[in-house]
C-alpha cells in the first residue's frame, strides 16, 4: 500500500506561483512513477506531469509545459510540482497518484493509489 497526501495549494492571482507537495509514505519502489493529475468542475481528470520515483526522466501534459516542473525529494519523501505562470485555467483540484509501472501513463484509470486532493485557484 502507498498512502499520498498532498498540500499547498491555495488562491493566486493569474501571473503567479504556487508549489504543490505530495507526501509519500508506504510501500514504494524503483518502479513506481509518480503522477499529478487535475480536474476542474465538469471536466475529466488531466494528466499534467510524472516522474519516475527513482528519479530521472520527467513528462508533462501539453498544456503545463515549460510551465510547471515536478521533482522529488527521496530523502524527505515528497514528490513536488512547481507551477509557474499560473492562468485561470489551471484552476482545478490537484491530485497526486501513484502507479507502479516501468512505463509512464498519462491515462487516470492505470494509477493505483491517489492523494485527496489540493485545490488550486487562479484568479484573473
Known amino acids: 500500500q502507498v498512502q499520498l497526501v498532498e498540500s499547498g495549494g491555495g488562491l493566486v492571482q493569474a501571473g503567479g506561483s504556487l508549489r504543490l507537495s505530495c507526501a509519500v509514505s508506504?510501500?514504494?519502489?524503483?518502479?513506481?512513477?509518480m503522477g499529478w493529475f487535475r480536474q476542474a468542475p465538469g471536466k475529466e481528470r488531466e494528466f499534467v506531469a510524472a516522474?519516475?520515483?527513482?528519479?530521472?526522466?520527467?513528462h508533462y501534459g501539453d498544456s503545463v509545459k515549460g510551465r510547471f516542473t515536478v521533482s522529488r525529494d527521496n530523502a524527505k519523501n515528497t514528490v513536488n510540482l512547481q507551477m509557474n505562470s499560473l492562468k485561470p485555467d489551471d484552476t482545478a483540484v490537484y491530485y497526486c497518484?501513484?502507479?507502479?509501472?516501468?512505463?509512464?501513463?498519462?491515462?487516470?484509470?492505470?494509477?493505483?493509489?491517489w492523494g485527496q486532493g489540493t485545490q488550486v485557484t487562479v484568479s484573473s
Open positions: 497518484a501513484a502507479d507502479q509501472s516501468w512505463v509512464v501513463r498519462t491515462d487516470a484509470v492505470r494509477y493505483e493509489y
Open positions: 516522474i519516475w520515483w527513482s528519479g530521472g526522466s520527467t
Open positions: 508506504g510501500r514504494t519502489a524503483s518502479s513506481y512513477v
